[in-house]
């Protein structure tokens, strides 16, 4: 039996259709905000706060392994319903939901661990959508283009510190755009005015980032904004990625001479 807390995005679709798939035994914890899943019978529609009543489903399943995949939004505390240990735990989710939606999942997994609770990597049931090193497209990045990306790594790295920072998109070594709480997309949308740059974006998991629950993603509408903003190419990093309709996201990119290339250690941190 393996518990699945869901969150928003097509990613967590990818799973549990896999899981289904594979007949495995399992259950959810919908923590999107418009019960995504409630025509699932599997699905507990629960409160973030609720921790009382998580716990109560998880041991009523005997389950000990659990999978979070999607984004969790952040929670309006004047509306979020608490149980007795909700109004336990949710100082600390208060805490951490300042810091973005990474560290409320970094603190749920640490709070689910102190009840022996073992969470597993996103990309467990779908490795399939995660890429290796190598490049994956027709057009590949000049030296250059390289030296460009090995810097570009280099200044994501400066940025660790902010939290909300795994992405940006670099030009002649500069920094063009960098990522907010409001994701890639929105970072994306703030450049395609501007079309003469021919960018790259950069998109690499943080130092401390938690990679069971939180693997940088990107898909087809991304590649399409990277062509809204005139961008060469999109860097990410190898087996800490996950990179949702690869099919039509290589066709696209080969159509529109943008490479997608996966680095490995040696262009790391």
């Keep these: 039996m393996i518990g699945l807390f869901l969150g928003s995005t097509d990613f967590p679709k990818l799973i549990l259709n896999k899981i289904k798939k594979n007949k495995k035994k399992y259950f959810i914890i919908d923590l999107t905000l418009n019960n995504k899943f409630k ?5 507990y529609f629960i409160s973030i706060g609720q921790f009382g009543k998580i716990l109560s ?9 659990v999978l979070f995949a999607g984004r969790i939004d952040k929670p309006k505390i004047s509306s979020l319903k608490l149980d007795f240990k909700g109004l ?14 990474a560290a409320i999942l970094k603190e749920l997994i640490k709070i689910l661990a102190e009840h022996k609770i073992k969470v597993i990597k996103s990309n467990f049931f779908n490795p399939e959508l995660t890429l290796q090193k190598g490049n994956y497209t027709k057009i590949k990045p000049n030296k250059n283009e390289l030296i460009e990306i090995t810097n570009g790594i280099s200044l994501l790295n400066k940025l660790n510190g902010h939290n909300h920072t795994q992405a940006l998109v670099v030009r002649n070594n500069f920094i063009i755009a960098k990522e907010n709480s409001k994701g890639t997309k929105k970072m994306l949308q703030s450049i395609i005015k501007a079309k003469n740059h021919r960018g790259i974006l ?10 069971r629950a939180d693997l940088p993603t990107i898909g087809l509408d991304t590649i399409k904004d990277c062509k809204k903003a005139n961008l060469k190419g999109v860097v990410l990093k190898a087996n800490q990625n996950i990179f949702l309709d690869k099919t039509k996201s290589i066709i696209f990119a080969n159509k529109n001479k943008i490479f997608i290339t996966i680095k490995w250690k040696k262009y790391l941190f």
């Design 88 to 101: 336990f735990y949710i100082p600390r989710i208060i805490k951490s939901s300042k810091l973005g939606d």
């Design 39 to 43: 025509k699932d019978k599997n699905s």
């Design 57 to 65: 489903v998880i041991k009523e399943k005997k389950c000990n392994k």
């Design 202 to 211: 950069i998109k690499f998991p943080k130092k401390k980032q938690d990679l």
